[in-house]
């Protein structure tokens, strides 16, 4: 009798072993795929519809198996919901690992410098994987032009709220250097940056750039930038479509820089961290004027007779064209 019940036991420590061997070979064993899978966990699903989704998808290949492994690592209640990618050859417990980590999918969204506040708007509206509505107010230049990650279904709001958190802490961080005693407070320097930002697209020069945007408020010398006359007609809502005629310059706008003194009251778009740091870190210079060279920069004079050999220069440029 004594030894039937050892012979029993054997065969059960051995069938226990061979279960426990065939189970850890099933939840290491890849899986059959031959691409990666993108599935969305949805928040409030428990195990058994994780794990339903996942074999439907071709991620796992036992349901059950997962359902089991989950609960004896106790990670059936720490499944993340998000989207993830699943690459090809993946084993479940890696699939359980990945779920566990949350390591969810990012997307990207980038909001380019020099946009007006109502175009950024519009291109956080068109992105197909933000969700909700827009129900916030933002002001001209209240958004740092970058690339910002989210996940799937983020709130267009949060994303927004996130852009404009990042303008403030960049604002602040270029206020602090600033060096120019004629701009009086972050609001001043953020217009400036922005006037800046509009005028070029070359990095190098934007110092020279708000130099000579410096000089002249110094000496109390109107301003004259296209850029924000433009807004005065369009109030940065769409291109102007056209170029700037000569009757615009006499637009009655507090933004027409050239029938009114010194910064207009607002920004004029949302500039880069670059135009910000410019803007508090001009170049030591005394231009007073620059034109377009035609070949993607400008070209800086000290006197009106220099700037009108300059606007000369680019004139005969575009005649060569």
Known sequence: MIGWLKNLFLIVCILVIFVAGGTLWLVNLPNKATTSTTLIIEKGWGSHQVAQQLYKAGVISHPLLFKILARVHKTDKELQAGEYVFEPHISMS??????????????????????????????????????????????????????????MGEQRDNLINRARKAMQDALQEAWQQNKSN??????????????IEKETAVAKERPDIASVFINRLKIG??????????????????????????????????????????????????????????????????????????????RFARSLKEHNQNV????QHLKQK
């Open 94 to 151: 890696e699939v359980l690992n990945i779920l566990k980590r949350g390591e969810v999918r990012y997307h990207s969204i980038t909001l380019p410098e020099g946009l007006t506040t109502a175009k950024i708007l519009q291109i956080i509206k068109n992105e197909s994987n933000l969700s909700g509505e827009i129900t916030i107010k933002v002001n001209e230049g209240e958004l740092l032009p970058e690339t910002y990650s989210y996940v």
């Open 182 to 195: 004629v701009i009086h407070n972050p609001k001043e320097l953020l217009i400036l940056a922005s006037i």
């Open 221 to 298: 010398m109107k301003l004259q930038t296209d850029p924000s006359v433009i807004y005065a007609i369009t109030h940065g809502k769409k291109d102007l479509g056209r170029k700037l005629y000569k009757k615009d310059l006499s637009i009655d706008s507090p933004f027409n820089t050239y029938k009114y003194y010194g910064l207009p009251p607002e920004p004029i778009c949302n500039p880069g961290k670059d135009a910000l740091l410019a803007a508090a870190n001009p170049s030591q210079s005394d231009y007073l004027y620059f034109v377009a060279t035609g070949k993607g920069g400008h």
């Open 312 to 315: 000369n220069l680019y004139r």
